[in-house]
């Protein structure tokens, strides 16, 4: 079990925030509907294993914006390579049966990234875009 492996330490941030100015949609287009995804990446590092939460906008069809929020959860290990005897799709397992440990869903982060989101799509007049302060997390993406 990996949270025996951990030393009770993390560490969380904000990792990245990307916003892509689009054209307008064009006027006699259809309707346009804002979307969201999220997923989560898990990497293992030799002292930690860092979890990547990340929420994706954009619009059908393409217009507007987009825009990528990722914040992170770092768990540091009691000893370095100890996750090396753990396979990736073990450690994804595991991450994922207990979500509310992994995230640190308690310390409110979800939320934050949500203000986040609806701070920044609401910047020089737009409609603010509110999401959900969870994640629920309708796909894993794996990384390119």
Known sequence: MIKDILNN????GLAEISLQ???EPAPS??????TFTDYINCKKLSDRLRIECTREFSFEPECNFK????????????????????ADAS?????MEDLEFYLQS????AARLSLLAA?????????PAVTPPIFPFSQEKTES
Request: hydrophobic share 40%; charged share 25%; net charge neutral.
């Open 9 to 12: 330490t993390i560490r969380a």
């Open 21 to 23: 100015d689009l054209k």
């Open 29 to 34: 287009s259809q309707a346009v509907q804002l």
């Open 67 to 86: 825009l990528k929020i990722t914040y992170f959860v770092e768990h540091f290990l009691k000893d370095k390579n100890l996750l090396d005897s753990f």
């Open 91 to 95: 450690i994804e397992k595991e991450i």
């Open 106 to 109: 308690n310390q409110g982060f």
């Open 119 to 127: 701070q920044i799509t609401s910047t020089f007049g737009g409609a």
